[in-house]
T-cell receptor, first 113, second 119 residues
């Protein structure tokens, strides 16, 4: 699985859009970009994933650059409850045994009131 | 969406006790589940892959005799920490993928974790 690089921390004002970058310059053609977040003392929560097209769901939008070497997770209207550690993970699932995830340090997003 | 339930959420016990943690997929069948461990201020680390009806696969450095995994049904995996000691105190989290659907890129879904404290 390709390595990812994220800033260790970011601040964002409540109500504004939070844009979290992720660099994955060694991503291969079949690898997807997944985003999870972990609120303090809870299990990680799946947010969104994509291959090459931009994706949007009820939680967030995912923008992947044309060369797929980086991506941005966008929380359109951040609230205090969005304060969490956000993990960007690149993965190609092969089925079964090798499907465990490798977590980096993630980005600690702090939403300021 | 896919829901993974983990029980108990918190355990406090004496050194030498064995502790069992359950992980259930509530609305899908999971032939494979995953167990992670997270120490304070650190990221999640994959411990083992639990396979229904066969032996678990452990990551390097994880003692299989210490962390017993049983995956006896398509919706339940258990992790037993045997003869637990204070250094085993950690946050244990399980996950599973719902492999149904096209594309093979379904995400993993995580339980809420079990905070284990060994006195």
């Amino acid at each position: 699985d390709a390595k990812t690089t994220q800033p260790p921390s970011m601040d964002c004002a409540e109500g504004r859009a939070a844009n979290l970058p992720c660099n994955h310059s060694t991503i291969s053609g079949n690898e997807y970009v997944y985003w999870y977040r972990q609120i303090h003392s809870q299990g990680p929560q799946y947010i969104i994933h994509g291959l090459k097209n931009n994706e949007t769901n009820e939680m967030a939008s995912l923008i992947i650059t044309e060369d797929r070497k980086s991506s941005t997770l966008i929380l359109p209207h951040a609230t205090l409850r969005d304060t969490a550690v956000y993990y960007c993970i690149v993965k190609m699932y092969s089925g079964g045994g090798a499907d465990g995830l490798t977590f980096g340090k993630g980005t600690h997003l702090i939403i300021q009131p | 969406g896919a829901v993974v339930s983990q029980h108990p959420s918190r355990v406090i016990c004496k050194s030498g006790t064995s502790v069992k943690i359950e992980c259930r997929s509530l609305d899908f069948q999971a032939t494979t589940m995953f167990w992670y461990r997270q120490f304070p201020k650190q990221s999640l680390m994959l411990m083992a892959t639990s396979n229904e009806g066969s032996k678990a696969t452990y990551e390097q450095g994880v003692e299989k005799d210490k962390f017993l995994i049983n995956h006896a049904s398509l919706t339940l995996s258990t992790l037993t920490v045997t003869s637990a000691h204070p250094e085993d105190s950690s946050f244990y989290i399980c996950s599973a993928r719902d492999y149904r659907g096209a594309g093979g890129n379904q995400p993993q879904h995580f339980g809420d974790g079990t905070r284990l404290s060994i006195l």
